[in-house]
């Protein structure tokens, strides 16, 4: 899914261009380049847009999101300790 179709879902669900532009404190003019497809959502409101819709930063930045978030890297499964039973 491309970022258009993110912004509108973020969009539809915060109530309209309008109010995610006042809640993210962006211009209406831009969420709506975003949902035009005309201008990609930066990563730089994409926390914020996680907090208030169902949209991820995993969704707007699927092959980045670990080097520009680490903490949603994944943990690695720890083995069983040897000697510790």
């Known amino acids: 899914m491309k970022h258009a ?12 261009p309008t109010a995610l532009a006042r ?3 962006k211009s209406p003019s831009e969420i709506s380049q975003w949902i035009s497809g005309r201008r990609p ?8 847009l996680e907090k208030l819709t169902s949209v991820t930063r995993q969704d707007l930045f699927p092959d ?9 890297a994944q943990p690695s499964t720890p083995g069983k300790e040897v000697g510790n039973d």
Not at 41 to 48: E, F, H, M, T, Y
Not at 64 to 72: A, D, R
Request: proline share 6%.
């Open 64 to 72: 980045q999101y670990t080097q520009i978030w680490p903490e949603l």
């Open 23 to 25: 809640a993210l404190g």
């Open 5 to 16: 179709a993110f912004a509108k879902r973020a969009s539809t669900e915060a109530g309209g």
């Open 41 to 48: 959502i930066p990563a730089a409101c994409a926390a914020s």
